[in-house]
Nanobody, 124 residues
Framework: QVQMVESGGGLVQAGGSLRLSCAAS????????MGWFRQAPGKEREFVAA????????YYADSVKGRFAISRDNAKNTLYLQMNSLKPEDTAVYYC?????????????????WGQGTQVTVSS
């Protein structure tokens, strides 16, 4: 059974930093492209960042480029999202997701497995 558990969310002031983690089990982690998505209240889920299976290539939404960094540790079956210079508009539930596909996609429907999400709240 595949399980993906996010952690590291919380309340932070604007300009602050958080590091999210996603621990995966029940799948061969290194065979999946991994991504982060987020969903704010009343809005659709949106792509944040993704990383290839080896970790050699990353891709970011324009809204987080230069502030967020995605990484992975295949030996630990763990995905990370370092979030710096946080803004109130970054407030959302953040989800990690796994995609069996061959190339990075920003479409949530491409992803096969999802975590339960972790809340990030940025105060102004």
């Amino acid at each position: 059974q595949v399980q993906m558990v996010e952690s590291g969310g919380g309340l932070v002031q604007a300009g602050g930093s958080l590091r999210l983690s996603c621990a995966a089990s029940g799948l061969t982690f290194s065979r999946y492209i991994m991504g982060w998505f987020r969903q704010a209240p009343g809005k659709e889920r949106e792509f944040v960042a993704a990383i290839t299976k080896s970790g050699s290539t990353t891709y970011y939404a324009d809204s987080v480029k230069g502030r967020f960094a995605i990484s992975r540790d295949n030996a630990k079956n763990t995905l990370y999202l370092q979030m710096n210079s946080l803004k109130p508009e970054d407030t959302a539930v953040y989800y990690c997701a796994a995609d069996w596909g061959a190339t990075i996609s920003i479409q949530s429907r491409r992803y096969d497995y999802w975590g339960q999400g972790t809340q990030v709240t940025v105060s102004s």
